[in-house]
């Protein structure tokens, strides 16, 4: 079995998910390990696409010596991959890179998603303090891909590949093309196309087309025609998802650059339409970027949260919009929707669900009850 390792801070699991299609598409035997998950914990946990099934999980589960929540499902992910004569694994970093069980597999590839401020608490309260967290998973003599990086990251990335003589191949924001008609082009493979057309899923997937031409160093081949079927085939739940019945963007922006991201795409693609947000969010996630999304975007926000210890109280967080939006707080999300739908109804708003990918999972959760209703 052959590993490639994604490690990062924004876009690692849309990343991951479009290498591991390309792959699939190429005709290996792919398995893909994310998280975390957005509805069910078996997505965790895949194979060409297709969730673990529940009895595997629970055998498995039973079957682990790890305690941890992350490291019992990543040796699930690992003793599954192997029953099922898994050729490539595509294996998600938690957080950091140090000390992620992933780093000691001998990978054919480690990719490097944006680098931004998260998880400080674990990591470092600095960039260049996250960045040598992430760092630490280069190998030596190792194959590294970085998606484009702050100029304080990227600094960081080459003196580690430097010293660890690592081959670094960077993507930069002149080596992929978006037309005017949605598709995209980068490393000479012309005509690329994705569900999510958002700015920084382009990023994502361009860093993905360019590991995928990279892995014939590892024996593994993909061709143009796998990379566009990979990338047309994935669909990414919860990241700027636009669920049209309902008229709601569900995204689990989480942190400042991930909101940030949220806020370009309200600005461009949803320009001219009224707004309101349910917004939720975990105690040690910086969430205070919501306050100039609101001052800009929307007209009202509901406030709430979900039954998890880490969640923000919803009061709590509706102190970070005053001044900004007018602010409801909200007992859960059934309960902010409610609200919003009934002023959307009335206004002719669209909702925009972010925050959490909690919450995302809990809203989408919502919208299929409500459709089936």
């Known amino acids: ?39 069910r914990e078996n997505e965790r ?15 498995l589960m039973r079957e682990t010596m790890e305690t941890g929540y992350f490291r019992r ?8 991959f192997a029953e099922q004569g898994v050729e490539v694994a595509v294996m998600e970093t938690g957080l950091g890179g140090r000390h992620d069980p992933a780093t000691k597999l001998p990978c054919a590839a480690l990719v490097l998603t944006r680098i931004g401020m998260d998880h400080m608490e674990i990591l470092g ?6 960045a040598l967290e992430k760092a630490a998973a280069i190998r030596l003599g190792g194959r590294v891909i970085s998606a484009p990086q702050d100029d304080r990251v990227r600094h ?19 080596d992929f093309c978006v037309h005017p008609d949605g598709s995209f082009s980068v490393d000479g493979v012309e005509n690329l196309r994705i569900q999510n057309p958002a700015s920084m899923q382009y990023v994502n997937a361009a860093t993905a087309v360019r590991t995928a031409g990279l892995l014939r160093e590892a024996g593994i081949f993909v061709p143009p025609e796998a990379v566009r079927a990979g990338l047309w085939r994935t669909v990414l739940p919860a990241r700027q998802q ?26 461009t693609r949803y320009a001219g339409r009224r707004k309101v947000l349910i917004a939720a969010a975990m105690r040690e996630k910086d969430v205070s970027y919501f306050r100039e999304m609101a001052a800009d975007q929307f007209e009202r926000v509901y406030a709430t949260q979900m039954a998890y210890d880490r969640c923000r109280p919803a009061a709590e967080l509706a102190k970070v919009f005053q001044g900004a939006a007018p ?10 929707y409610a609200r919003a739908a009934a002023y959307a109804r009335g206004t002719g708003a669209m909702i925009v ?6 919450l995302a999972g809990e809203m989408l959760d919502l919208l299929d009850e409500t459709a089936g209703a």
């Open 327 to 336: 602010v409801e707080v909200c007992r859960d999300a059934a309960d902010a």
């Open 73 to 80: 499902f990543f040796q699930v992910a690992m003793a599954y």
């Open 156 to 174: 960081i990335v080459e003196a580690t590949c430097f010293l660890r003589r690592a081959r670094l191949s960077t993507v930069r924001a002149g």
């Open 1 to 39: 079995m052959k590993f490639i390792q994604i490690a990062g801070t924004k876009g690692k699991g849309s990343t991951s998910t479009y290498l591991a299609n390309m792959i699939s598409a190429a005709g290996y035997k792919t398995g893909l390990f994310v998280s975390p998950h957005i509805r």
């Open 242 to 267: 636009y669920v049209a019945g309902a008229d709601v963007l569900v995204d689990g922006a989480h942190n400042a650059d991930s909101l940030r991201f949220l806020h370009d795409t309200l600005r």
């Open 125 to 130: 309260d600095t960039i260049q303090k996250i």
């Open 353 to 358: 669900c972010a925050g959490s990918l909690y």
């Open 45 to 59: 946990v895949s194979i060409d696409g297709a969730d673990i099934p529940s009895a595997d999980l629970a055998r």
